[in-house]
DNA sequence: GTCATGACGCAGA
DNA sequence: ATCTGCGCCATGA
């Protein structure tokens, strides 16, 4: 008969099952689901760690295989149905933002995680340059280098690279194309004709002259300033040499001084 | 290690 | 307004 702890195999596989909540399952499989979202039905895997990867279902012809075989590719591991999906997941995929929202970003690379953490910071309704993502991940001349990561973004609507636009104020590309840009930020309530009609006049910062803030236009407290006080700028630096700060909510750069 | 590749940005034509 | 060319830099072949 065989005594508790002669078999060395059995006594492996009850350590590896041991954590209850996790099972041997869960090790070896990533969970997906489908789920309605902003782009139509999306496939999504996640782990125990969070949300992994997300790929609108029209993407893949409706095909979960071909989801399972383009998150393989990445992450090389199969996938596995799951009951329900992850505390948050559905709300932000309907562009309602849940806090509780956890997202894998393992098996990324430091600046992957830094850009992505960078974009995740961009509120609903507004939008940032390439630029700024770069600087905010910690590598300000990365510019190029952080939209290649924006290109292969796993998780499109929960790290939201629809609000990452060109810094001369047109959209630049999209994954899906930028047709599905325009239409997201359009229907964040972005003014993208505001934009566009500042953009064609030089502007690409506005500023108050009662507060002497500088801002992004689309950021929030720009909005809100009062025509009468409002002041357009085509640099930071030009803003700056006026007499202006940049806005601490906004973060737009302190760099250059040219007018 | 070298090299080609890009959801960029900017200056100059 | 557009269209170059060139610098930039993280990746993957």
């Known amino acids: 008969m065989m005594l508790n702890g002669a078999d060395p195999i059995a006594d492996a596989l009850g350590a590896l099952a041991a954590p209850p909540p996790t099972g041997l399952a869960d090790k070896v499989f990533t969970a997906w689901l489908a789920a309605p979202s902003r782009l139509g039905e999306v496939f999504v895997a996640f782990t125990g760690h969070g949300v992994q990867f997300v790929r609108p279902a029209e993407t893949l012809h409706g095909d979960i295989d071909a989801f399972a075989e383009s998150y393989r590719d990445r992450f ?17 995929l309907r562009g309602r933002p849940a806090t509780s929202l956890r997202l894998d970003l393992r098996g990324l690379s430091e600046f992957e995680r830094d850009v992505l953490t960078a974009t995740r910071r961009i509120p609903a309704g507004e939008t940032r340059p390439y630029g700024w993502v770069a600087r905010e991940a910690g590598r300000p001349r990365a510019v190029r280098a952080a939209g290649s990561v924006l ?101 737009p750069a302190a760099d250059a001084t040219s007018a």
């Open 76 to 92: 090389g591991r199969p996938l596995r149905p799951a009951a329900r999906a992850p505390s948050g997941l559905l709300p932000t």
């Open 151 to 251: 290109a292969r973004n796993p998780m499109p609507l929960l790290v939201p690279c629809h609000r990452v636009v060109r810094a001369d104020g047109r959209l630049g590309d999209y994954m899906f194309g930028s047709a599905h840009k325009e239409k997201l930020l359009r229907d964040e309530r972005v003014d993208l004709d505001e934009v566009v009609a500042l953009a064609r006049q030089g502007v690409h910062y506005l500023g108050s002259d009662t507060t002497g803030v500088v801002c992004f236009p689309t950021c929030h407290n720009a909005r809100r300033i009062d025509p009468a006080h409002r002041h357009g700028f085509r640099s930071v630096g030009a803003a700056v040499a006026a007499g202006y700060r940049p806005c601490r909510t906004c973060r």
